[in-house]
C-alpha cells in the first residue's frame, strides 16, 4: 500500500513563528502536493512539485513556500505564521504518469496536519 | 477554468437507505473525475474514478458513479447506506493532459440510526 506520511497530527505554534510540514512518501511518486483545507472552501493547491527541487504555485502560494530536496520528501515552510493561517494541511502524492499514457493518476493523501497558529 | 460544484453541502439519510451525491463540472472537454472520501481526521482517499470507456464506473465500498457528458455530471451512488459511511465526500476533476484536479467543496453525509 502506498503510504504518505506527515510529521504532526497536530501543531500549535505563535504568531510569526518559521513552520515546517513535512511530508514524506514511499512510493516513488514524482508528484507531490500541498492543500490546505478549510470548512466550506475545500481543498486549495497551495503548491506541487513535478520532481526534485521543482516546484509550481498552486491557487494560494502566498505567505508559503516549499522545499522538495528528495524525491520521497515535501516540505511546507510558512515563513512567518499567521492566525490566518490556522487550518488542515493535506499532502498528497501520484505519478506523473501511468503506463498508459495518461497523465492524471489517483493522488494518495496523508492524513492531515490541523495547524493551529495563536 | 475548469470548476467543480458539489451543491449540497449537507446530506442526511437513514442507514439502509439510498444515496446520491451531485457533482457538476464545468470544462470544455471530458476531463478525468475523481470521488474521494475523508473520513473524520484522516486523509482522503479514492473511492473511484472515471478516465474513460464504460460510463458507470464501480468503486470501493459499495460505490458507484455515473458519467454524463450531456449533464456534465459525474454523481456518486450508493444503494444501501451503512452508519460507517458518514464522511465527508469530495468529487475531483481533472482537465486531460493535467495532473493537478481541482476539488469540489465537499458534501457532508450525515446518517440516522
Known amino acids: 500500500d502506498v503510504k504518505v506520511t506527515q510529521s504532526s497530527r497536530y501543531l500549535v505554534k505563535r504568531t510569526g513563528e518559521k513552520v515546517f510540514l513535512e511530508c514524506v512518501q514511499d512510493?516513488?511518486?514524482?508528484?507531490m502536493f500541498w492543500y490546505r483545507q478549510d470548512p466550506g472552501l475545500g481543498l486549495r493547491l497551495i503548491y506541487f512539485?513535478?520532481?526534485?527541487?521543482?516546484?509550481e504555485k498552486g491557487d494560494i502560494p502566498e505567505g508559503y513556500s516549499v522545499s522538495r530536496e528528495k524525491k520521497e520528501r515535501f516540505s511546507l515552510i510558512l515563513e512567518s505564521a499567521s492566525t490566518n493561517q490556522t487550518s488542515m494541511y493535506l499532502c498528497?502524492?501520484?505519478?506523473?504518469?501511468?503506463?498508459?499514457?495518461?497523465?492524471?493518476?489517483?493522488?494518495?493523501f496523508g492524513p492531515g496536519t490541523r495547524l493551529t497558529v495563536l | 477554468a475548469q470548476s467543480v460544484t458539489q451543491p449540497d453541502i449537507h446530506i442526511t439519510v437513514s442507514e439502509g437507505a439510498s444515496l446520491e451525491l451531485r457533482c457538476n463540472y464545468s470544462?470544455?472537454?471530458?476531463?478525468?473525475l475523481f470521488w474521494y472520501v475523508q473520513s473524520p481526521g484522516q486523509g482522503l482517499q479514492l473511492l473511484l474514478k472515471?478516465?474513460?470507456?464504460?460510463?458507470l464506473v464501480q468503486g470501493i465500498k459499495g460505490f458507484e458513479a455515473e458519467f454524463k457528458r450531456s449533464q456534465s455530471s459525474f454523481n456518486l451512488r450508493k444503494p444501501s447506506v451503512h452508519w460507517s459511511d458518514a464522511a465527508e465526500y469530495f468529487c475531483?476533476?481533472?482537465?486531460?493532459?493535467?495532473?493537478?484536479?481541482?476539488f469540489g467543496r465537499g458534501t457532508s453525509l450525515i446518517v440516522h440510526p
Open positions: 512539485s513535478y520532481d526534485v527541487k521543482m516546484k
Open positions: 470544462y470544455g472537454a471530458t476531463p478525468y
Open positions: 498528497a502524492s501520484s505519478f506523473r504518469t501511468l503506463a498508459g499514457g495518461k497523465p492524471t493518476d489517483t493522488q494518495y
Open positions: 472515471y478516465f474513460s470507456g464504460d460510463t
Open positions: 512510493m516513488d511518486h514524482e508528484n
Open positions: 475531483a476533476v481533472a482537465p486531460r493532459g493535467s495532473y493537478i484536479p481541482t
